[in-house]
């Protein structure tokens, strides 16, 4: 391929690049030529070549791996929540919250129009403020915080990586990862860099590894992690909290999505003492998906360059909904709401993990909406078992960042709204699936 890129000005040798790109000469994952031997093909000085992978780096043509060399982008979508289209199978990959335990607005409604917000005026809610300022301030360590509200978490997270990174720059995410973490990075050009999971959250070697890679930022969610429900414990907070005070800017972004849903404490990553951050909370898991709004607490800096990534688009988030989010989390009845349906979730989860354990399937609840169950075979030949019986699940390998040795042996399941009968029928789906693609099932402990 190094004869056919041409040019002998950076420009030029990135124009050339990209238009064997758009003819599709070039293929996703195609490796590019080592920068010296570009050089010396066209007879130009290494600087030169350097600058042109520079400029499609930037443009997200290429991506670097380090002594893996020069890509070409891969442009594939990464797996989105939600339901599947046009499909007739039971859709249990979901990762929805239940519509009937999402607070009904009607009532809340009547009393948050209020006078019209116009240009120029502060873009938060003076009673949101007030109360979101409690309601961050109680969990976070550092004194000096500002508020930002959001269109939700991943606007949240997608802006404050924007404001903060430029293309290839390297970003810590959670492996196994949530999908729209993975997304996010990937369309931002920012290389993903994978810090292992376990029942205790993200992992200490895993992080200390990740800094020394030169990440530039780190994404974690402290507790009912998507997909494998772990959560921070209070040594394993302390413990990443001291690797992280030698690397004071490295901007830490907590994504606390299921807050006051969760069951487990919160513990953050962050420190008295350390310079740039970001708590996320959005309001979409209690509130509902269609309530996008996500309050985040940052430092000063980053909330000032976080206010700067709005002024080109949205501005501010709507007071209209802004106004109804705190009519509804200041309603006693909604909290009462709220907090029947962290139960029924955490219930429901728990009981089905005791029913696939039954079975010969050993699993365990974690927190959040989701279940995330070991398999003793690979969750792709599980899920193809499991199509043949009407159901619709996700395999593990959509949510891994870093290159396995083998198939993901997880499945990650949304089974909280199903009914007693469904919820039999596919727990005993699971273990028959196991048992055909040749897994050995655990006969339950007695006693």
Request: aromatic share 4%; hydrophobic share 45%.
């Amino acid at each position: 391929m190094t004869l056919e890129i041409t040019g002998r000005s950076a420009a030029d040798i990135a124009a050339s690049v990209r238009a064997l790109i758009e003819r599709g000469a070039l293929q996703p994952g195609d490796p590019l030529p080592p920068v010296r031997n570009l050089a010396d093909h066209l007879g130009v000085n290494r600087n030169t070549a350097v600058a042109a992978y520079r400029q499609l780096t930037a443009a997200g043509a290429v991506v670097t791996r380090g002594r893996g060399g020069t890509h070409v982008a891969d442009r594939s979508a990464v797996a989105q929540e939600g339901f599947a289209a046009d499909s007739v199978l039971r859709d249990v990959a979901t990762g929805n919250p239940d519509p009937d335990l999402i607070p009904a607005v009607s009532r809340a409604l009547a009393g948050v129009a209020g006078r019209p917000v116009l240009y120029g005026e502060p873009v938060i809610d003076p009673g949101l403020e007030r109360w979101a300022q409690a309601w961050m301030r109680a969990d976070l360590a550092p004194s000096d915080l500002r508020l930002t509200i959001t269109s939700g978490a991943a606007d949240a997270v997608e802006r404050l990586l924007a404001q903060s990174l430029v293309r290839d720059d390297a970003v810590a995410l959670e492996d196994p990862c949530f999908l729209t973490s993975i997304h996010t990075v990937r369309v931002g050009g920012y290389r993903a860099v994978a810090v292992p999971v376990d029942d205790e959250g993200m992992t200490v070697d895993g992080l200390r590894s990740a800094l020394e890679q030169g990440v530039r930022a780190v994404v974690c969610t402290p507790r009912a992690q998507n997909p494998t429900g772990a959560s921070l414990s209070e040594r394993r907070a302390a413990d990443l909290r001291e690797v992280l005070r030698a690397h004071p800017y490295v901007l830490v972004i907590e994504d606390d999505h299921f807050s006051m849903l969760s069951r487990a404490p919160f513990r953050s990553l962050i420190g008295p003492d350390h310079r740039r951050w970001a708590l996320v909370r959005s309001v979409s898991k209690f509130l509902g998906p269609d309530m996008c709004l996500a309050v985040t607490a940052s430092d000063p800096d980053t909330a000032d360059r976080l206010a700067m990534r709005l002024t080109p688009g949205t501005t501010w988030v709507s007071h209209l909904l802004q106004r109804l989010t705190l009519a509804l989390v200041t309603d006693p009845a909604v909290a009462a709401d709220i907090e029947r349906a962290g139960a029924h979730y955490a219930a429901r989860n728990r009981a089905f993990a005791e029913r696939l354990t039954a079975l010969g399937v050993p699993a365990a609840a974690g927190d959040g909406l989701n279940l995330w169950v070991p398999l003793p075979v690979p969750a792709r030949d599980v899920s193809e078992q499991l199509m043949r019986r009407g159901w619709l699940v996700r395999a593990g390998d959509e949510f891994a960042l870093a290159d396995a040795s083998g198939a993901s042996r997880r499945l990650r399941l949304t089974v909280h709204d199903l009914a007693d009968a469904d919820v039999g029928r596919l727990a005993a789906d699971i273990a028959a699936a196991v048992r055909a693609t040749g897994g050995r099932l655990v006969p339950a402990e007695v006693g």
